[in-house]
């Protein structure tokens, strides 16, 4: 009986199909675990992320000045959630700096403990430059390399109001770079603290 069907029993498909599907379907077997792991990265109904919105950057007309969305200046007298403006306006340097002078008073009482904070980030940061007492001997300065800072005992930086200081060291100055992203205000004016008693320690030095 058996042998009667297999004996009759002739595939339609010639041999190079046989191969074929051979290799084929095992590689559809393998191939879809890999399907059903893709699965769940398959949106079909993908609501979230299709609908109506304003994209960054894009011009939608919902402005008489077709101005970018995103980037609208301020209503006139309010201010960002998080920012706070500048105290000096003046775009040109040396106005700015004066102007910071006449404007800003250092907050921080001139104590011991400020002091001292005021030195820790001094020999931190100002001394590559500045040298140790603010002589402008600091090691990074010199012929092919950055030009050597004025000395901090001039009499015109003697003469500097605390916020010249502070201004100097919020926006640089020149070719001294700004420091605002690298010290909180008022360890600035911790800073402004320290140089004000190296100057007081070079004048009672010389006083004697
Ligand atoms: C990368 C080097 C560098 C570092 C670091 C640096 N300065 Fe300066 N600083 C300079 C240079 C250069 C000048 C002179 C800028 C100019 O007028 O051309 C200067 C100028 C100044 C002045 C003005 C001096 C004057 O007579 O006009 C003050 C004040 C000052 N620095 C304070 C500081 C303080 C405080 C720090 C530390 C937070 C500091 N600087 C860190 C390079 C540096």
Known sequence: MLKQILGEWKPKWHEGRWRATLV??????LALPL???ALPYLDILNDMAVQAKAKPQGQYGWFSDEQITSERPPVEGTIP??????YVTEKDEEKAAAAAGLNLENPLPRTKENILRGQAIFNRICITCHGERGDGSGRIQGPDLFPAPPSLHSTQAVKYPDGRIWHIMTRGFSKMPAYANVLEPDERWAVVHYVRA?????????AK
């Open 35 to 37: 399907g059903v792991l």
């Open 198 to 206: 190296l100057q007081l320690a070079k004048q009672k030095a010389e």
């Open 81 to 86: 959630q998080g920012y706070f403006p500048y």
């Open 24 to 29: 084929v379907l095992p590689i559809i077997i």
